[in-house]
């Protein structure tokens, strides 16, 4: 199927003031597109990427006095599969894990995990090890966390999200990783688009949608703790340790967000 995605962004501010965005979607994908992918900022002013060591594509940009505008609009193919469930796929002891992954069982900026680690054994020692535990945390997330935009806070952490048990889809992600992490499963968090595609339709804004991935069985597997529940077409932008790796927008200076609008489609098959 066709997926048709993109966004408005408004800055403002009174001086120039150097921005890092983190607005293109994943490497992974690019093979994907079926229009170009191209950042648009009006005024226009010199923009370049470069790509971080977790991979992802990061913009570069100077806000001008008076504001900045971006805006991306681009055709994208997906296979229309939901999240893949693999029930087998083991819990690797960490001695057996790969380098690269081991980062992925660290605490972070969002993701305490010397704060919850009592808590995580607690709950999910008794459960076997591997995807039914995973499952099992994703499950507790999902049903601790009451959801709301009015409850965003951008210095929320884990810990914070399971004391309040308010939050948005990066405070359900930020807590099930860490549970996960104490519980030595490498876990890291992701953020893309995520449409109402395959499901009923939310009367609620578009936002951009945060979830995380296991290392189980050798690979990478998705998960999703808001929705708990294998989605549809999604649409990745960026990944890391947690939020701190893969925000939308970093300003160096003061800037003011007035305008964010983002759009996720399914383009309707020709007869």
């Keep these: ?23 293109s979607i994943h490497p992974s994908r690019h093979k994907d597109l079926q229009t170009e992918h191209r950042i648009e900022a009006t005024p226009a002013v010199p923009i ?3 790509v971080d060591s977790f991979g992802n594509v990061c913009t570069r940009v100077t806000v001008p006095a008076g504001g ?60 076997p090890a591997g995807w039914e535990r995973v499952q099992a945390i994703v499950a ?9 935009y009015h409850f965003a806070r951008s210095t929320k952490t884990a810990w914070d999200a399971h004391q309040e ?7 359900f992600a930020h807590l099930a990783i860490t549970l996960c992490r104490c519980m030595n499963i490498p876990a890291r968090y992701c953020t893309g688009y995520l449409g109402d595609i395959g499901v ?46 893969t925000a939308l927008t970093n300003t160096f200076g003061p800037a003011q967000l007035v305008g964010f609008d983002v759009f996720t489609d399914e383009v309707p098959a020709r007869d």
Excluded: K
Aim: glycine letters at 6%; a negative charge; proline letters at 5%.
């Design 140 to 148: 507790f997330t999902h049903n601790h966390i009451e959801f709301g």
């Design 1 to 23: 199927m066709l997926i048709r995605a993109g966004y408005e962004i408004r800055y403002e501010t009174e001086v120039e003031t150097p921005m890092l965005a983190m607005l």
């Design 68 to 127: 900045l505008t971006l805006r991306c609009d681009f055709t994208i193919e997906d296979d229309g599969l939901p999240d893949r469930a693999t029930p087998d796929a083991i819990q690797h002891a960490v001695e057996d894990l790969p380098d690269d992954v081991l980062v992925y069982l660290l605490g972070s900026r969002y993701c305490e995990t010397d704060r919850l680690s009592e808590t995580a054994w607690s709950l999910f020692g008794h459960i």
């Design 48 to 50: 370049y990427d470069y």
């Design 165 to 171: 048990r308010q939050g948005v889809c990066r405070d």
């Design 200 to 245: 009923p339709v939310v009367d609620a804004p578009m936002d951009f949608s945060a979830w995380f991935d296991v290392y189980l069985g050798g690979t990478w597997h998705t998960f999703d703790a808001r929705h708990n529940q294998p989605r549809i077409g999604r649409i990745l932008m960026a990944r890391g340790r947690d939020a701190t790796d």
